[in-house]
């Protein structure tokens, strides 16, 4: 007898209208799914939820952000308080003098996914964020967030997952955390190791050989790299294409990771800065020849685990920057793939009839990655009905 494993979005929340945009698009889901500011959503009037996801704005946990965490302060009063260390019912006032006229930071708004998990209480819930939150700065703020889930009935889980560990050739780091309602749990998940084969940059570099045919140079530079950081690539040019390093860093007065080149995987890819470098190798009859160059567009789709066809969806309805924002925005969807697929080998009751919910939901890395293990589980039931027939 065939399980109905299906999987169907009942909504979404972004406030980018850019990324609303590409969402829409790539996955087929009518903006009118859309429920706007998670701050202006009331709880109790979404829909049944049976799987949550949502990875809130990283800024003020990020290394290269404000590091204010989940700070808010009364406009009243004055006061600073972490929300997370005031009962749920009562920390949308300042606890000093009452106010509800407060000021939040745009990490803090975990908050309000709280708020949700709580009134819908769905079988699982999951929450990524930058590798900084469970830091030693933030460690406090991550145990309150996780010991609250608990409270509310649930089994936390969480790991440090790294994309180029999971077939995507990117060093990038978030904190995944999976939450499985208490009733439900059945305690066999644990998430996957490294995987041992992934992609190489060169396998999603679009083809450079053209750039060869007319000289006899066998490095080459991309034309529309920073002027800051052109004379630093000049002078260690050969170092670069020679070097064993995974990441090579050069000794310039760039920005935040401007300075670095990927050669073995991507740099992190960051939204505030489409000036990600990394190095291409190409084969001739007569030897290897290097470009250094940044990712285009399309590439940074491809290094989030997306296909070029989401790409060509995205492309068309938003410029070519917002889809390098957005790629810098996302989770790579080879990790959450890695983490659903561990979620159902252990429990997979929990992959019938799901009704998935977002929130900052971006271009939808969890959506690609749900459709890609539905798909296969799918297939596998087809292949025992046919069999068992």
Request: aromatic fraction near 12%; glycine fraction near 6%; charge should be neutral.
């Amino acid at each position: 007898m065939s399980t109905n494993y299906n999987f169907k979005t009942v909504g979404y929340s972004e406030i980018d209208k850019f990324a609303i945009k590409s969402y829409s698009a790539i996955h087929n889901i009518s903006e009118d799914k859309n429920w706007g500011d998670i701050t202006q959503i009331y709880p109790e009037n979404l829909p049944d939820i049976t799987f949550l996801a949502g990875g809130s704005p990283c800024q003020d946990f990020s290394i290269g952000g404000k590091k204010k965490g989940t700070l808010w302060s009364c406009k009243s009063c004055g006061n600073e308080y972490n929300p997370l260390t005031v009962d749920y019912t009562k920390r949308r006032l300042c606890p000093l003098c009452g106010s509800e006229d407060i000021e939040k930071t745009r990490s803090s708004l975990l908050v309000h996914l709280l708020e949700i998990l709580q009134e819908k209480m769905p079988e699982v819930f999951f929450y990524e964020n930058v590798k900084n939150l469970v830091s030693k700065t933030f460690k406090k703020t991550f145990d309150l967030f996780t010991n609250e889930i608990e409270n509310y009935g649930y089994n936390v889980y969480y790991k440090v997952m790294n994309a180029k560990d999971y077939g995507i050739p990117q060093n990038r780091e978030r904190v995944l955390v999976v939450a499985i309602r208490k009733d439900l749990d059945n305690h066999n998940f644990v998430f996957p190791g490294a995987i041992s084969q992934g992609k190489t940059i060169n396998d999603l570099l679009e083809d450079c050989s053209a750039l060869f045919e007319n000289t006899d140079q066998n490095i080459l530079i991309d034309p529309t790299i920073s002027p800051y950081i052109m004379p630093a690539l000049r002078r260690d040019a050969e170092d670069i294409v020679r070097s064993d390093k995974n990441i090579f860093y050069m000794k310039c007065k760039s920005g935040f990771q401007d300075h670095s080149v990927g050669i073995k995987y991507s740099p992190t890819l960051r939204a505030m800065n489409a000036s990600t470098l990394v190095l291409q190798t190409h084969q001739t009859p007569t030897g290897e020849k290097f470009f250094i160059k940044r990712l285009t567009p399309k590439e940074a789709f491809r290094f989030m685990g997306f296909d070029d066809i989401d790409y060509a969806k995205a492309a068309a309805v938003v410029s070519k920057n917002q889809i390098y924002k957005q790629a810098g925005n996302s989770i790579a969807v080879n990790v959450v793939y890695a983490v659903l697929k561990n979620l159902f080998e252990a429990m997979p009751y929990l992959f019938e009839n799901i009704k998935f919910g977002h929130f900052f939901s971006g271009i939808g890395a969890f959506e690609k990655a749900f459709e890609k293990i539905m798909a296969e589980i799918n297939q596998i039931e087809m292949a025992q009905n046919q069999k068992a027939a």
